[in-house]
């Protein structure tokens, strides 16, 4: 019975996805299942959320030629007839009495009556007839600083109920969380989940102002800090051909964001579509801050979604060629299955049954000769056009292109291969090897590629990633499905870490991807040409101080050789005085023992003849003396040297006429010599 029961439930769900796409035109199955969902499969809640835009309230009875004319065939019957004989096929199944058999009327040419037109709406059955549904389960993700943690709780229950949950994971009472994400923005620990319409998968994150982060969170609070950054988004109208520059802070979500621009544009937000979204903006919910834009600036662009004219499949190309619509097209898809319809067969693909040889060996044990072979297959795959890969590790390629100078720094490319995603090879073969990007790739960036398809492979770039990028690029890569597949990842090298600027999935084209290169080369060098400032300054302050330095230097050098000059001078006044002063003493000895030896100086009276001398000292002073007439001419000469003056300096000359009696033989006698009785002498130093 409970299957029966499971069997009419599907079916009654297909018969509201027909109703629903009779009236409102929308094609797309996923697109219908999500505008459902979010409106908790009431056909006329969601049929009024998408007519008020062009047709004003549609009311729970239709009346009317008009309204007749678009709910019926052109027999007049309704085209959601079919809902009609399966709302009673499950009341029937209920255990209720047999339906009765149509009327007639109902296939005839005149206008349907009232019951026929509420085939098309729900039919709520009597209460004994009713037949039980299972509970609407909602997906939540959380993030929570490093940390994300999966709620699933039906749809009846409360926002205060997903805190309770969360204090169990993360040890924080409920009053302390600021649960934020909601698409209506903030709400009471009393909201019910069911009256804020959201989709299965949800995406929220708790702040807590109050509890201060650790040491292991504190590399988290970039996170916050971009929440309470201004972002400036430039939004191009393509069809008014027009320009908004609207500011927003980080903690504003993608899905306000687009309202805003509704606003501004007439155009409504399941209407709009977009490019200019980083990939990693897969959910409305999420903000701007985690959503990964470009700071301080990121360009977009938006237009009115038309409604295709047919249901024709997609190519591959087209496919791997996907824009982010808005509204989240794809939150509900694993829902498609509840309909009979395969993911493959909604998206025109089936899976790739073709075996390639490995792009990267699985346990190669050199980095380098890993991108070898890497670079050589690459080359066979798609031709020898194509970036120039770096051959090292991926330390290698970050001291190239990060730690050289300011000038010769560049951006650093990491291209993330994987065989098993369908995007693999129009990327690479049309975006990667477009001469336009392999030219900019080259002038701009270092180039570093990985394969991931096999998992020692990703858990090896993994390690190196939360090696040198931290364990925030590490958990972003993980976060990415192999659908998403292959990605670039722009890395700018920052004075004290390595920043990643943008991740681009592979559903991009060639214009969308220049332009992303184009956003992160403009960042880089604003932030190069302040890095080349302060190196030019720094170089010109190291300038100055080895000048500096090297004056210095000189001048010690020269303080140094003054000082030995002065050393070695003052050593030798010291020896010149010390020697002048052993002679002056051997000269004083020698006038001592002179002046001990001379005769005593004859009195006036004595009888023997006496000579008496006056002699004119060099410097004006005069010498008188008597002396004995047989006196020799050396007690003379010994007076004057015991005076001062040394017989062998000086030399002892007569006035008139001039001799030089220090030639005389020292040994004759005053007579002899005559100078008695008296005479004038005078001294003067030898030449």
Not at 405 to 431: G, P, T, W
Not at 477 to 506: A, C, H, W
Request: net charge negative.
């Amino acid at each position: 019975m409970a299957s029966d029961s499971g069997d009419t439930s599907n079916m009654d769900r297909e018969m509201i996805l027909a109703d629903f796409q009779a009236c409102t035109g929308i094609d797309n199955i996923a697109e219908a299942i999500t505008l459902l969902e979010l409106n908790n499969w009431d056909l006329v809640a969601a049929i009024n959320g998408v007519i008020p835009q062009e047709n004003g309230i549609l009311q729970s009875n239709f009346s009317g030629e008009a309204s007749q004319a678009n709910l019926f065939g052109p027999h007049g019957q309704s085209e959601a007839a079919p809902a009609a004989p399966a709302a009673e096929a499950a009341e029937a199944a209920a255990g209720g009495a047999a339906p009765p058999p149509p009327s007639s009327s109902s296939s005839s040419s005149s206008p349907p009556s009232s019951s026929s037109t509420s085939a098309f709406c729900p039919i709520v059955p009597s209460s004994r007839h009713i037949v039980e549904r299972q509970p609407r389960m909602l997906n939540f993700r959380v993030e929570y600083r490093q940390r994300s943690i999966e709620v699933v709780l039906e749809e009846g229950s409360t926002v205060g109920e997903i805190k309770v949950i969360l204090q169990t994971e993360l040890g924080v009472p409920p009053s302390k969380m600021q649960l934020k994400g909601w698409k209506s923005g903030d709400v009471s620990d009393s909201t019910a989940l069911r009256s804020l319409h959201l989709p299965k998968n949800n995406s929220l994150y708790v702040l807590t102002p109050d509890i201060a982060p650790t040491a292991s969170t504190s590399q988290n609070s970039g996170l916050q800090e971009s929440l309470n950054q201004n972002f400036l988004l430039v939004i191009s109208h393509r069809e008014a051909q027009r320009e908004y520059s609207l500011n927003f802070p980080g903690s504003r979500t993608i899905q306000e964001v687009k309202r805003n621009v509704s606003d501004l544009t007439n155009i409504p937000v399941r209407h709009q579509q977009w490019d200019g979204w980083p990939a990693s903006a897969s959910d409305d919910s999420m903000t701007l801050a985690v959503s990964g834009i470009s700071y301080p600036c990121h360009h977009l662009s938006v237009c009115r979604r038309s409604s295709p004219a047919n249901t024709q499949e997609p190519t591959e190309e087209q496919c791997a060629d996907v824009h982010m619509i808005s509204d989240s097209e794809g939150d509900d898809f694993e829902d498609a299955s509840e309909f009979g319809v395969d993911d493959s067969e909604m998206f025109g693909m089936g899976a790739s049954t073709c075996r390639k040889t490995p792009m990267m060996p699985e346990h190669s044990e050199n980095e380098g000769d890993a991108l070898l072979h890497f670079t050589a297959e690459f080359s066979t795959r798609y031709g020898e056009v194509h970036p120039m890969f770096y051959i090292g590790t991926l330390e290698s390629a970050s001291q190239e292109a990060f730690y050289g100078k300011a000038r010769d720094r560049k951006l650093l490319a990491i291209y993330l291969h994987n065989d098993e995603s369908v995007l693999s090879n129009v990327f690479c073969s049309q975006m990667m090897c477009a001469d336009s990007i392999v030219s900019y790739l080259s002038q701009n960036f270092i180039t570093w590629a990985w394969d991931i398809t096999k998992e020692a492979n990703k858990a090896r770039l993994l390690t190196m990633c939360t090696r040198h990028f931290g364990s925030v690029v590490a958990q972003t890569i993980r976060t990415y499905k192999t659908d998403q597949f292959p990605l670039l990842l722009i890395v700018m090298g920052k004075r004290t870490s390595n920043e990643v600027l943008n991740v681009i999935q592979g559903n991009t084209t060639v214009d969308e991807l220049m332009m992303r290169l184009m956003g992160a080369m403009e960042i880089f060098t604003a932030q190069q040409q302040e890095d080349i400032k302060d190196e030019d300054e720094r170089e010109a302050r190291e300038e100055v101080k080895r000048e500096q330095d090297e004056a210095y230097e000189v001048s010690l050098v020269a303080d140094r050789k003054k000082r030995e000059t002065q050393e070695r001078e003052e050593a030798e006044q010291v020896r010149q005085e010390r020697m002048q002063k052993e002679q002056d003493d051997e000269k004083e000895a020698i006038r001592l023992s002179l002046e001990q030896a001379l005769p005593p100086e004859p009195i006036e009276e004595q009888a023997e003849p006496i000579s008496k001398l006056r002699i004119r000292a060099p410097s004006g002073q005069f010498l008188e003396r008597r002396f004995l007439g047989s006196c020799k001419l050396q007690v003379l000469f010994d007076y004057v040297a015991s005076k001062g003056f040394p017989f062998d300096e000086f030399k002892l000359l007569t006035t008139f006429p001039r001799r030089n009696i220090t030639q005389l033989d020292p040994g004759s006698t005053l007579l002899e010599a005559k100078l008695f009785p008296q005479e004038t002498l005078f001294l003067e130093a030898k030449e």
